[in-house]
């Protein structure tokens, strides 16, 4: 008999979580085991789950499909170094990605992260412009509310302001930052929308060696949508600028918006594009940065004639050989139905949210629904009122927004909604 209590007064004394005080922690849940949409606690309850771990787990918990692919790369081999060395499961996953994201992006380097693929697109970049004798490219262009990472790098170019990182700042390098594209609810694009951004490509062109933004979702930076149609304008400006463009669809990927990758919704390619989080369906860390090969022979033809990076993780045959089921499991089915009916479902339920006092906003986009409310709520207390609703959502600041692994049933999506509605009611009637 595993002692609970015991468990979390030691977690409590010495276990550091995400963003959190190590003298006045916030209460944590132990889970047990999770299958399918479904966490199970120690206590006997469970939860559904809304998080889907952080964008991660599309499939859900526990799947038989990548179970045995994990088990069955475990007994070949879990890992062997990458360097001068490749394997089956590197090379398969690698030919899966380039089919499947964006014609141009040929070349794959594998990274162990989310945060790890945006330094090395950095880098990469960088090198890039290093190889054609334009060194000066060194700065990196984005927009306000953006996420990318906590890394150094990945931190630069996070939101200044309003990101994790204002502590930071001062140690950071100072990249250009642009206003935030207008949310989808703005209305179509229009050209003044990006015009302060194309103000500061044009001034700062020599210096920049790429634009870097998450296409058409702001995670982490607050949640927010905007039009595909600004990619599009920002694909010609960076054309027309010299600049190298940066996908980050380390959220956005594998179907979560209702296309494949979010840069289908715009029909635009990046130069460099990093894929993270639901790659291997959740099941372990692992990234990748994919770029052109023009990118990539130009870094081979400069000094040192090689890419500067090689983690020791690097192309990880246990993360690679589960990255390519979870591939080959999100095609054997019509994910993009059952994306889309997400949405449905969600943009009915949700929208009953809309009325409640209290709340700002509420938006949903493929199988991602937030509710936005005025103020920042207490997190602590509303995952308690979750937990005691049988379910298992995580807001931060002032967002309620749940992104389901895509094997929910619709009872359990309108039971989250349900949860979401009693609680924001419960909130609204407490402050408002
Ligand atoms: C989560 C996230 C990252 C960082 O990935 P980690 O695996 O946490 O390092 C970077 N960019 C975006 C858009 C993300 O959502």
Redesign the pocket.
Known sequence: MIDIKALLDFDTRHIWHPYTSMKDPLPVYPVKEAKGVWLYLYDGKRLIDGMAS??AVIHGYNHPVLNQAICKQVERMSHVMFGGITHEPAVSLARRLLEITPRPLDRIFFAD????S?EVALKMAIQYWTSKGKGEKKRFLTVLKG?????FG?MSVCDPINGMHELFTHVLPQHLFAPEPPPLSAGDFKEEHIEPLREIAERHRHEIAAVII?PVVQ??GGMRFYSPAYLKRLRELCDSYDLLLIF?E??TGFGRTGELFASYLAGVSPDIM?V??ALTGGYM?F?ATLTTEEVALTISEGKPGVFMHGPTFMGNPLACAVSLASIQLLFSYDWKGKVKKMEEIMRRELSKCADVKGVNEVRVLGSIGVVEMMDVVDVAQIQKMFVEKGVWIRPFGKLIYIMPPYVIEEDELVTLCNAIFDIVRSISAEKY
Do not use: L
């Not at 992260?113 to 790890?116: A, E, F, I, R, T």
């Not at 996420?147 to 890394?151: A, E, K, P, Q, R």
């Open positions: 952080w964008w992260s989310g945060s790890v945006v996420y990318h990472g906590d890394t990945a998450e995670g982490a980050d380390i959220a990093c993270g989080k860390t990234g």
